[in-house]
């Protein structure tokens, strides 16, 4: 692969954005989602190919989960 290629690296493991939301919001109060706000075109589930992280060598080293926790951290840290 070219050395000014891009490459969108992921686990290759679907998740919705409710799970998203969801991880994002623990231990807070749960937004409801009005079903006449969400656009028909938008994604159910959010994903991507593993196959360049593969093909690199690449593997991440946090989880998703880790990646939430750590954020949340971080955001009541600088934000309170």
Request: charged fraction near 20%.
């Amino acid at each position: 692969a070219p050395s000014n290629s891009v490459y969108q690296l992921c686990s290759g493991e679907p998740r919705s954005f409710a799970e998203l939301f969801s991880m994002l919001l623990e231990g807070r109060a749960v937004a409801e989602v009005d079903p006449n706000r969400i656009r028909a075109s938008e994604p159910q589930v959010i994903f991507g190919t593993a196959a360049a992280a593969f093909a690199l060598g690449w593997k991440p080293e946090y989880s998703l989960e880790q990646t939430i926790l750590d954020l949340r951290q971080w955001a009541k840290e600088v934000y309170g």
